[in-house]
């Protein structure tokens, strides 16, 4: 059994920063895919970023530089690090692990809004 846990969403200003967390437990390896994505009012899912092990790390176009995905296998978290927000960055974000047979589990989601 998987579990995710997603924090620390909230309303920031544009330009402001974000740091979501996932707390995960269950059958996750240290190699599994992890990441994060978000959606938007209307529309739908879309992928953000994602990490395999420590270090091998993707991010969608629009947030490559702004963002900063990370994982403590210790510590059972996965973050993202969010710097430079910007209205079109308001969704519900979610955190998202597959395992080794394949299975996609999903959190809750957090809300982030960025408005003046």
């Known amino acids: 059994q998987v579990h995710l846990v997603e924090s620390g969403g909230g309303l920031v200003q544009p330009g402001g920063s974000l740091r979501l967390s996932c707390a995960y437990s269950?059958?996750?390896?240290?190699?599994?895919?992890m990441g994060w994505y978000r959606q938007a009012p209307g529309q739908e899912r879309e992928w953000v970023a994602d990490i395999a092990g420590s270090i091998f790390v993707n991010y969608e176009s629009s947030v490559k530089g702004r963002f900063t995905i990370s994982r403590d296998r210790d510590g059972n978290t996965m973050d993202l690090q969010m710097n430079s927000l910007r209205p079109e960055d308001t969704a519900v974000y979610y955190c998202h692990a597959q395992t080794r047979d394949a299975r996609d589990y999903w959190g809750q989601g957090t809300q982030v809004t960025v408005s003046a």
């Open positions: 269950g059958s996750i390896g240290s190699s599994d895919l």
